[in-house]
């Protein structure tokens, strides 16, 4: 079996091989199907005889997903992500921007008591498991969203009409002081990788089809360099180039003797 990197690049070398079938210059869609997907990956395996992968759904959901970025030989025509248009059906689009995220260093830190108890600080690992868990231990969407919010589920991999699979890394529901309820669909990144938009507009497709009575505020978490969380809460749109931000706050938890709470108490007077 090759090792992950090569795998990484094998599956590269497949999408690749499916966009260039059919691309023309001054395209902004192209079109493609999953037996494409599984004729290049038996190409790529003719070439590269240590690469075995018998997944081709897997292949697709890592770029439809957001959570493989689409190699630099498709983007530089694009840059594009990969949208469903029902079974077995499939497109490149192509975007007016990035998909991916950049948030600034300079941030202001608000500095929050960290409730996490140690053991699950402990085993919750280094990836956006962790995140996770702090954001449910602390009750960061409350404070970040101004409502009383509750885990729903978390993980939740389905599919959505005429896009195809979708999962999200958290769910919440949420009310008001008026009674309104919401929806809250997270995606979390860890500090090794980055917010994509095009993962937005997939918790976006997946509350409308699932929740339509709900208010829906999806929100994006990227822990940064030194272990702070920076929530986003998005406008809801239906495609990456419409998903602008709407508010971000970055909190940083620590130890409660380490909170400069008199600051923090001027600066509300």
């Known amino acids: 079996m090759a090792r992950n990197a090569d795998i990484g690049r094998n599956r590269d070398e497949v999408i690749t091989l499916v966009f260039e079938r ?20 038996g190409e790529v395996q003719r070439r590269s005889p240590d690469y075995t992968d018998s997944n ?3 292949v697709r959901y890592q770029y439809t997903s957001g959570r493989r970025s689409l ?12 949208e469903g248009r029902g079974k077995g059906l499939y497109a490149f689009v192509k975007l007016i921007e990035s998909p991916l995220l950049t948030i600034q260093d300079d941030l202001v830190t608000i500095c929050l008591p960290d409730a996490t108890p140690e053991i699950v600080l402990h085993y919750a690992g280094g990836d956006e498991q962790g995140v996770l868990a702090k954001l449910r231990y602390n009750r960061l969407l409350d ?13 939740w991999r389905t599919t959505v009409k005429k896009k195809g699979q979708v999962e999200t890394d958290d769910l919440y529901v949420g009310l008001n002081t ?12 860890s500090s090794k990788d980055r917010l994509n938009k095009t993962q937005i507009v997939h918790l976006v497709n997946f509350a409308v089809e699932r929740y339509p009575k709900l208010i829906l505020r999806p929100v994006g978490i990227q822990e940064m360099a030194d272990g702070s969380l920076v ?14 931000i709407k508010h971000l706050r970055r909190y940083s938890l620590v130890q409660f003797k380490d909170i400069p709470l008199d600051e923090i108490q001027a600066s509300a007077t």
């Open 71 to 82: 190699p630099k030989a498709i983007d530089q025509h694009g840059p594009w992500m990969i």
């Open 22 to 41: 059919h691309f023309v210059p001054g395209a902004t869609q192209v079109p493609f199907t999953m037996d494409e997907i599984r004729t290049a990956i």
């Open 143 to 155: 404070i970040f969203l101004g409502i009383t919010c509750y885990h729903l589920q978390g993980h």
């Open 231 to 244: 929530l986003i809460e998005f406008t809801p749109g239906d495609h990456p180039d419409r998903i602008k």
């Open 178 to 189: 008026e009674g309104q309820q919401f929806v809250v669909p997270i995606e979390a990144k």
């Open 56 to 58: 081709a759904y897997d």
